[in-house]
């Protein structure tokens, strides 16, 4: 149902390997990783990792680190960084110094990798930073045009729809990633359903509607928030099967977008 998750051995900072707790991408991004690794000799350089995957409880202790001084990158909070999707990767810059930037560019972009800063310079912050964005570049644009308001910038937008395309939880589109991953789903296949915002609203009904696809699904974000003792046999059944409900839209959507 969602993207997987899936392990990679490559060269790291860290005297072997990238450790395993990091070392997690998108089958996509592992076929950019493999594909650029391979590509790099060729022009004396090298793809030496620092940093790939981080969970939800890593990407919230970077923040901490950024906010109180110990890490002088910023890292946003959990739910905003596509290290939380398996689509990013911080690369250690001396292994490239003698290749440069500019010319690392436009070859890691042949593998599907976008830096995060507009201008090739190693001295500015996150020069070391590259994403896989995947179907997720739609979102970015989606947002960008306006079409969604609820996020403070595109780029954060694109990172909760890939964060939840992966199963992993973003606090701002409620508990269950499903309703925002099959949200997410939807406007990567061209409908307008405003915010992404976790909740199935009548824009999101409607666009599943057009696909052929039963939009009958209760509210899972109200429902999850009853604690287990206080739910009535009624609310136990009904959130049972609007979580059953939101798996089989999620497949279908998942299917048609492929994630």
């Known amino acids: 149902m969602f993207t997987p998750l899936v392990s990679i051995k490559t060269p790291s900072i860290y005297k072997g390997d990238l450790p395993s ?4 991408c998108t089958p996509d991004m592992y076929a950019s990783i493999v594909g650029l690794r391979a590509s790099l000799p060729a022009y004396k350089a090298s793809l ?62 042949s593998f599907n990798l976008v830096p995060i800063i507009k201008s090739p310079d190693m001295s500015l912050s996150e020069a070391w930073h590259f994403d896989c964005r995947g179907s997720h570049d739609l979102v970015y644009d989606y947002y960008n045009a306006g079409n969604g308001t609820n996020f403070e910038s595109a780029y954060r937008a694109m990172a909760a729809s890939a964060i939840v395309s992966t199963g992993q939880k973003v606090d701002d589109l409620g508990p269950d990633p499903r309703t925002g991953y099959i949200q997410s789903g939807l406007i990567r296949l061209g409908q307008k359903i405003g915010n992404m915002d976790g909740a199935i609203g009548p824009k999101s009904r409607d666009a599943l509607a057009g696909f052929n696809i039963d939009p009958a699904l209760p509210s ?39 994630c």
Do not use: N
């Not at 707790?21 to 997690?24: F, Q, T, V």
């Not at 250690?92 to 972009?109: H, M, N």
């Not at 999850?224 to 609310?235: A, P, V």
């Open 48 to 109: 030496v990792l620092s940093d790939l995957y981080r969970s939800y409880d890593m990407q919230r202790q970077a923040h901490l680190d950024y906010v109180t001084g110990k890490k002088k990158a910023y890292s946003p909070p959990p739910g905003g960084s596509m290290h939380e999707a398996g689509r990013a990767f911080d690369l250690e810059l001396d292994q490239i110094k003698k290749l440069g930037l500019p010319a690392f560019w436009p070859i890691a972009r």
């Open 21 to 24: 707790h990091l070392a997690r």
């Open 220 to 258: 899972t974000r109200s429902s999850s928030k009853s604690s287990g003792c206080c739910r009535s046999s009624f609310q136990r059944s009904t959130l049972r099967t609007a979580r059953a409900r939101s798996r089989q839209i999620s497949q279908r959507i998942c299917w048609r977008a492929r």
